[in-house]
């Protein structure tokens, strides 16, 4: 008999499942066991869950941050002088609104039947004090003359006294008069040279008294010349003159109507000095300074030029600025004409920065939601400058990071929210 290998054989049992399938059904429980971890430890750690379509999320970033403004402006004269009536009367206008006019030509004429009357008087007046300071100066010449005929004959009086007691002297020692003679002579004398004295004396004191009420004349004269310059300029304003070249702007009351005292009357444009005037958000506006650069657009091209003002006073969240003109302007320019204007603040090159949104105001901009996954973490930030576009990052952030720029208001004070798909 041939044996066969019948006897080494081994019957074996089927086994229920493989050692590989064992490893990968572990694998498949152990991923299903750290997925539902990782889900309940989102849902542990999140205050609430909101939807992430609702929110805008940004990547901080480094970049060069521009700090500029731009808003659309209106362009303003900046001299639009308005005219008004010198005095009550009629008016007549030489130009009508939008006319070119020069400066010193008469656009208007205004009349004053009263004011050209009271200066016919006042001018009546002067000539009346005029003649009286005539008068004045003549009568200090004769009080003059007067002065030096009463001085002349005194000392004629004097120097006859001093010969009668010269002679008297000389007879006295001769023995041919008196003592009482001579001295009759020499007390006629003391009188002569008294009466010199005070003819001196008063003709001084005279000749001051007229020069003093001349003065006076003369001081009411120079005070008439002053109403009569006065009223002569009032009168010569009755003729409206344009105070630059430009434009006719307003007529402020119809022609021929009457006006009052001081009463506006015309205004007139000054086509060579035109501004644009722009609102400025108060945030922007306490950075802003005169004389910082600027471009004024128009259409596709650009012109430069400068704030020349900033209002002190914020308006509905926002100031007025005004912007000149540089050396360069658009032609055909027109009061209202709208235009953009864009104000360079500041560029910071190199800096962390992310896009602007909501975040930057909530608080004062001293927290930020910072997006991990499904996650959003409140976590303390500064802020620093701002521009239209971007916000600066001085610490809190670092690049790479993302962060919840729009629609965190929904949070409230949560420390941690999901963020759901």
Do not use: C
Not at 35 to 62: K, Q
Not at 227 to 242: F, G, K, N
Not at 318 to 329: C, H, K, L, S, W
């Amino acid at each position: 008999m041939i044996r066969d290998t019948s006897g080494q054989d081994r019957v074996l049992t089927k086994p229920s499942v493989t050692r590989r399938r064992r490893i990968s059904l572990a694998a498949v429980a152990a991923g299903l066991v750290l997925g539902l971890g990782y889900v309940a430890r989102t849902w542990l750690v999140s205050d609430r869950s909101f939807d992430r379509s609702r929110m805008r999320i940004a990547t901080v970033h480094r970049g060069t941050l521009v700090r500029d403004v731009v808003a659309d402006g209106r362009v303003v004269a900046a001299n639009s002088p308005t005219l008004y009536a010198i005095a009550a009367g009629t008016v007549d206008f030489a130009v009508r609104s939008g006319d070119s006019v020069k400066r010193g030509q008469v656009i208007a004429t205004i009349s004053s039947p009263d004011l050209q009357s009271k200066l016919a008087q006042e001018q009546s007046t002067l000539a009346g004090l005029q003649s009286a300071l005539g008068r004045g100066q003549l009568d200090v010449e004769h009080g003059r003359a007067n002065a030096d005929k009463v001085i002349a004959q005194a000392d004629v009086d004097r120097q006859t006294a001093q010969r009668e007691v010269d002679v008297n002297r000389e007879l006295y020692s001769k023995g041919v008069v008196s003592e009482l003679e001579l001295r009759r002579s020499e007390d006629l004398l003391a009188k002569a040279e008294i009466a010199l004295k005070h003819a001196r004396i008063d003709a001084g004191l005279g000749t001051k008294e007229l020069q003093f009420d001349l003065g006076t004349k003369q001081q009411g004269l120079d005070r008439q010349q002053e109403i009569v310059r006065d009223l002569e300029r009032q009168v010569a304003a009755l003729q409206i003159q344009s105070p630059v070249d430009g434009q006719v702007g307003q007529l402020m009351v119809a022609q021929r109507a009457s006006v009052a005292a001081n009463a506006p009357v015309i205004s007139v444009v000054d086509l060579s000095a035109f501004e644009l005037e722009i609102k400025v958000p108060d945030s922007f506006a306490r950075d802003l300074g005169l004389g910082m650069a600027a471009e004024i657009r128009e259409g596709t091209r650009t012109y430069p030029g400068k704030v020349r003002s900033v209002s002190p006073e914020v308006v509905d969240g926002e100031v007025a600025t005004r912007i000149e003109f540089g050396d360069q302007r658009p032609a055909g320019l027109r009061q209202n004409q709208r235009l953009t204007a864009r104000i360079l603040i500041d560029t910071r090159p190199d800096v962390l920065e992310v896009d602007r949104g909501q975040f930057a105001d909530a608080s004062g901009g001293h927290y930020a939601y910072f997006v991990d996954g499904s996650v959003a973490e409140r976590r303390p930030i500064e802020i620093g400058a701002t521009s239209l576009s971007d916000v600066e990052l001085l610490s809190g952030a670092k690049e790479g990071d993302k962060i919840v720029v729009s629609g965190a208001d929904a949070f409230g004070t949560a420390m941690r929210v999901r963020l759901a798909d």
